[in-house]
């Protein structure tokens, strides 16, 4: 195998700022509220926090950057990432700019989740950026970003973005090279470009068969790209509901995908979702696991004034079943 994996498990906490799901009224996000979710993501031992994206979404949510940026100055520990920030929707020169800054203000831990999105055609046509070109824009535009992570002035002729000859760019990330550079994807052409160009492979709403099938797309990409052994980030955004029994589980679930996502959601939530007591939602862990996952993600649903409860309960009941898994 071409990609070296990590050799233990870390969990860490999908979304910061986020309202309640199904709501009313108008949603004012607080300080506090983040330094709260910060500080017990931190104090209940888990390992990164991580923000999504969207320019326009059914509920309400804000960029991921900036809020990451305000969460940088509460934890000097967590790993901190998007998942995943929607490269194509902005030009990848001041997206370079503000991923380096980032890099700077989390003093090297942070992670760059990537992907196309595409669920939502109406935020291309808002943007300006036709729907088809999505995945070729991110691939460029990740070549870009990687040019500016180097340091030096940059010239780029593409098909794009440029032509821009001797753009200097400073300072440099703070981790060599770059923060890491996480893919999204479940097409096969996605998973080919992970491939080539993936410091990782950020998935979510596919089973643990389906992640392992991906993983070994990506590998024969990888190789076939010529691309020589390397460690390799392998991540998994897992919908997560603790409850007494998993029909109580799946209902609070469907409820709050179906209002996320304007649709239905109840048997995508039967098939892609951690659901249950603590037993079955760590059981369902291991079995991503076992796919090839080190870093799950848990977006724990739910009211949103849940969410602590949740995270206190994962972490006292599921997370101690878990322990051969991420010791060292």
Known sequence: MTLVLDTCLRIGIQTIHRRTEPATGP??????????LVQNTDRLGFDSLWAGDHISFPV????????????????RRLILGTSVL?????????VAKQVITLDHLTEGRFILGVGVGGEFPKEYAA??????????????GVTVLRQFFSGEPVSHH???????????????PRQAGGPPIW???????????????????????????????????????AMQAGREAVPFGTGHLLFTRLDKTYEEALDRATETLSVRY??????????????????????????FHAAGVRHIVLDLLGPYEQKADQMEWFAREALPLLADLTAG
């Open 27 to 36: 949603w004012l996000p607080r300080i506090d509220e983040l330094v709260a």
């Open 60 to 75: 309400p949510i804000l960029d991921p950057l900036l809020q990451l940026a305000q969460a940088a100055v509460v934890s």
């Open 86 to 94: 929607l490269l194509p929707l902005r030009h990848p020169t001041p």
């Open 127 to 140: 943007c300006d950026i036709p729907h088809n070109e999505r995945g070729a824009r991110l691939a460029e």
């Open 158 to 172: 593409g098909m794009f973005y440029g032509p821009f000859d001797d753009v200097p760019m400073r300072p440099p």
């Open 183 to 221: 893919f999204a994807g479940r097409k096969e052409a996605a998973l080919r470009r992970i491939g080539r160009l993936g410091d990782g492979y950020l998935a979510y709403v596919i089973t643990p068969e389906m992640y392992r099938d991906a993983l070994a797309t990506i590998d024969r990409a």
């Open 262 to 287: 304007a649709m239905d959601f109840r048997r995508a939530a039967q098939r892609y979702c951690a659901l249950g007591p603590p037993e079955m939602v760590a059981q369902r862990i291991r079995d």
